[in-house]
């Protein structure tokens, strides 16, 4: 069946540096991943969406990576801020409605 | 505030009780999702309309779980004879197709936390 992993240690970085959050997936090839951010006690908000004839997609301070040969997309934040501290979802697609999403990475930021 | 809206945000029921949850979605969406959260857990989808259409449902909806969007706007998910393992954070997302049904991002409401004593 297929799998989604995020890493469930929460990631601690300084301010100011970047952060990098994975997902990898097994057991299925999926045509697109999207990106959201979840704060305690509220639904996720869509970040980024990327498509698997893309490599990179870049926002602002974010970047994201997806390389389909590794099954793997990477997430970054660069000049992150303490206000960047949240936990981040991977949900790696194909054609269908329903998204699936990894457990989640949670990101403290500290001043 | 044009957003997804779910009523009520918290709801504590006793086991046995049946319990149901209201999502108002973004006005012109046509797709409506229902997701179920668990702490520490990414959300579980459970259901999926297109306009009133239900055209989708998980595994995970036993025959306790019932989702309507009567007129294609507003959705109900009924829990009934409520279980301690239903409880969780019920997750109603919103969403726009395209003619070539694009994947768009799905917008999420605040959700409605269960707990079942």
């Known amino acids: 069946s297929q799998k989604i992993e995020q890493n469930s240690e929460a990631l601690n970085i300084q301010e100011g540096k970047t952060a990098t959050l994975t997902c990898n997936y097994t057991?299925?090839?999926?045509?697109?991943l999207q990106w959201y951010r979840q704060d305690p006690g509220r639904g996720p908000v869509f970040l980024l969406l990327?498509?698997?004839?893309?490599k990179e997609k870049r926002k602002e301070r974010l970047k994201v990576t997806f390389d389909t040969t590794l099954k793997q997309s990477l997430f970054h934040i660069t000049a992150s801020q303490p206000a960047d501290s949240a936990t981040y979802l991977c949900?790696?697609?194909?054609?269908?409605?329903?998204?699936?999403f990894g457990g989640g990475t949670r990101l403290m930021v500290k001043p | 505030d044009t957003g997804v809206s779910q009523d009520p945000r918290h709801k504590i029921t006793k086991r046995g009780q049946n319990v149901t949850f209201r999502c108002d979605p973004i006005?012109?969406?046509?797709?409506l999702y229902w997701y179920r959260q668990t702490l520490g857990q990414g959300p579980e989808f459970l259901t999926y309309?297109?306009?009133?259409?239900?055209?989708?449902k998980s595994r995970l909806l036993s025959d306790r779980f019932s989702a309507e969007r009567p007129k294609g706007s507003f959705s109900t998910l009924e829990i009934q004879r409520t279980e301690q393992g239903d409880s969780a954070m019920y997750l109603c997302?919103?969403?726009?197709?395209?003619?070539?049904?694009?994947?768009?991002?799905?917008?999420f409401g605040p959700g409605t936390r269960l707990t079942v004593l």
């Open positions: 997302a919103s969403s726009l197709s395209n003619l070539q049904g694009a994947h768009n991002e799905q917008f």
């Open positions: 057991n299925y090839s999926p045509a697109y």
């Open positions: 990327i498509r698997e004839n893309e």
């Open positions: 949900a790696p697609n194909n054609a269908g409605n329903m998204l699936t």
């Open positions: 006005s012109e969406h046509n797709r």
């Open positions: 309309f297109q306009n009133e259409a239900q055209l989708e």
